[in-house]
């Protein structure tokens, strides 16, 4: 499965959606400081998910 998730940060209450195949590692990832692109935002909040059995399918929904 390949997932589009949105997460809130709690420091700045911004919103953030990424794409990945495993989401409670991604999830971690984030709230761990090691993604260049949020690791300032930090700690998160889980908001949202969907899941999509093609990996094009759930690319395309994370640019929407």
Do not use: N
């Given at each position: 499965m390949f997932y589009i998730y949105v997460i809130k940060s709690k420091k700045d209450?911004?919103?953030y959606i990424g794409f990945t195949n495993d989401l409670e590692r991604r999830?971690?990832?984030h709230n761990n400081g090691l993604v260049l692109s949020?690791?300032?935002?930090?700690?998160?909040?889980f908001i949202y998910c969907e899941g999509y059995k093609s990996e094009k399918d759930a690319r395309k929904?994370?640019?929407i």
């Open positions: 209450k911004d919103l999830i971690k990832e949020t690791k300032l935002r930090k700690p998160f909040d929904r994370e640019l």
